[in-house]
């Protein structure tokens, strides 16, 4: 993966750390494959919040999406 790339999730993450943050969480970039499926990890409150699933869609791939049109989907894992 090309580092402007990592720059762009960094970035793009960096949008909604602080909401995260608010809430006792955060999130962080594992890996982008060759499907341009990007996946992380939710940290702290995240990991077990309900609303988990919610927040990765409207607010953390949306900001992804946003920077790298050329992802087709963000996921999380434990």
Known sequence: MSNERLVKIED????V???LK???GDVEFV???ENQVVTLRLLGA???CSMSQMT???GIEEAI???LPEV???VAID
Do not use: E, W, Y
């Open 56 to 58: 990765m869609k409207a």
């Open 65 to 67: 999406k946003k920077a």
């Open 17 to 19: 750390r602080p909401f």
């Open 72 to 74: 087709s989907s963000v």
């Open 12 to 15: 793009a993450l960096n949008t």
């Open 46 to 48: 995240c990991s077990g």
């Open 31 to 33: 890996n982008i494959d």
């Open 22 to 24: 608010m809430d006792g």
